[in-house]
C-alpha cells in the first residue's frame, strides 16, 4: 500500500500568497481529515469528510481556509492569503471506518513556512 | 482546562524501566480512546486502542479507567526505540466524530 500521499512535502512562501496541500487519502477510505501541528497548540483537526462530504470544519481557524474533496481519492487544503502564524506541519489523514471511529492513517505532513 | 490533558514530560528513563503515562479527558461522553506514537519529525502512528477491559500488546498496555476520565500506557522493559513522544486520542460522537489529541508526552530512553 502507497498510505497517504501528501504533496508538497515542504513549502516555503510569502506572507499573502496562496497556498494549496494536496493529501491522496488511502484507497477505499471514506474518512479524510486535515490536520495542523505546532510547538504551541499540538495537533488540531482542522476538517474532517465522510464520503466526500465536510462533516465538521469548526476547526477551520478562519476564512482564510478552505478545503475542498471533489472525489474520493484527493483533497485539498487552501490558504489564501496566507500568514506567518500559518506556519506549522500540515498532515492528511484518512481512515477506513465511517465516522472516524476506526484507526486514522496519517500522510507524511507538509511543512509549510510563511515568511 | 482542557478537553484532554497529558503531562509533556519529558520522562528520561534507562532502558529496561517501566514508565507509565496518563491522559485525562473532560468529556464524559467520549467513546473511543487511543494512544498514537510520533518520531520526531515524523507523523503519529497508532500504537494501540483502548478498551474497557484494558489491553495488552506485548511490552505495552493500555488502560481505561471511565469513573475518573483517564486512560494509562504502560510500557515495561524499556528500549532506545522507544523514544518518541505519546499521544493520546479521545473521540466523541457528538453528531459528527470528534477527535482530540492530547499535547503528547515525550519519552526519553537512555543507554
Same mark, same amino acid.
Given at each position: 500500500?502507497?498510505?497517504?500521499?501528501?504533496?508538497?512535502?515542504?513549502?516555503?512562501?510569502?506572507?499573502? =500568497?496562496? #497556498?494549496?496541500?494536496?493529501?491522496?487519502?488511502?484507497?477505499?477510505?471514506?474518512?479524510?481529515?486535515?490536520?495542523?501541528?505546532?510547538?504551541?497548540?499540538?495537533?488540531?483537526?482542522?476538517?474532517?469528510?465522510?464520503?466526500?462530504? !465536510?462533516?465538521?470544519?469548526?476547526? +477551520? @481557524?478562519?476564512?482564510?481556509?478552505?478545503?475542498? +474533496?471533489? $472525489?474520493?481519492?484527493?483533497?485539498?487544503?487552501?490558504?489564501?492569503?496566507?500568514? @506567518?502564524?500559518?506556519?506549522? #506541519?500540515?498532515?492528511?489523514?484518512?481512515?477506513?471506518? %465511517?465516522?472516524?471511529?476506526?484507526?486514522?492513517?496519517?500522510?507524511?505532513?507538509?511543512?509549510?513556512?510563511? /515568511? | 482546562?482542557?478537553?484532554?490533558?497529558?503531562? !509533556?514530560? !519529558?520522562?528520561?528513563? !534507562?532502558?529496561?524501566?517501566? #514508565?507509565?503515562?496518563?491522559? /485525562?479527558?473532560? $468529556?464524559?461522553?467520549?467513546?473511543?480512546?487511543?494512544?498514537?506514537? =510520533?518520531?520526531?519529525?515524523?507523523? @503519529?502512528?497508532?500504537?494501540?486502542?483502548?478498551?474497557?477491559?484494558?489491553?495488552?500488546?506485548?511490552?505495552?498496555?493500555?488502560?481505561?479507567?471511565? %469513573?475518573? =476520565?483517564?486512560?494509562?500506557?504502560?510500557?515495561?522493559?524499556?528500549?532506545?526505540?522507544?523514544?518518541?513522544?505519546?499521544?493520546?486520542?479521545?473521540?466523541? $460522537?457528538?453528531?459528527?466524530?470528534?477527535?482530540?489529541?492530547?499535547?503528547?508526552?515525550?519519552?526519553? #530512553?537512555?543507554?
Amino acid at each position: 500500500d502507497a498510505g497517504v500521499i501528501q504533496s508538497p512535502r515542504h513549502e516555503v512562501t510569502e506572507m499573502g =500568497q496562496e #497556498v494549496t496541500l494536496r493529501c491522496k487519502p488511502i484507497s477505499g477510505h471514506n474518512s479524510l481529515f486535515w490536520y495542523r501541528q505546532t510547538m504551541m497548540r499540538g495537533l488540531e483537526l482542522l476538517i474532517y469528510f465522510n464520503n466526500n462530504v !465536510p462533516i465538521d470544519d469548526s476547526g +477551520m @481557524p478562519e476564512d482564510r481556509f478552505s478545503a475542498k +474533496m471533489p $472525489n474520493a481519492s484527493f483533497s485539498t487544503l487552501k490558504i489564501q492569503p496566507s500568514e @506567518p502564524r500559518d506556519s506549522a #506541519v500540515y498532515f492528511c489523514a484518512s481512515s477506513f471506518l %465511517a465516522g472516524g471511529e476506526g484507526e486514522q492513517y496519517f500522510g507524511p505532513g507538509t511543512r509549510l513556512t510563511v /515568511t | 482546562r482542557k478537553e484532554v490533558e497529558q503531562d !509533556p514530560g !519529558p520522562f528520561n528513563v !534507562p532502558e529496561g524501566a517501566t #514508565v507509565a503515562f496518563n491522559c /485525562t479527558y473532560s $468529556n464524559s461522553a467520549s467513546q473511543s480512546f487511543f494512544w498514537y506514537r =510520533q518520531d520526531c519529525r515524523k507523523e @503519529p502512528k497508532l500504537l494501540m486502542s483502548v478498551y474497557s477491559s484494558g489491553n495488552e500488546d506485548g511490552r505495552f498496555t493500555a488502560q481505561l479507567n471511565r %469513573a475518573s =476520565q483517564y486512560i494509562s500506557l504502560l510500557i515495561r522493559d524499556s528500549k532506545l526505540s522507544d523514544s518518541a513522544t505519546y499521544l493520546c486520542v479521545v473521540k466523541t $460522537n457528538t453528531g459528527g466524530f470528534k477527535t482530540i489529541f492530547g499535547a503528547g508526552t515525550r519519552l526519553f #530512553v537512555k543507554a
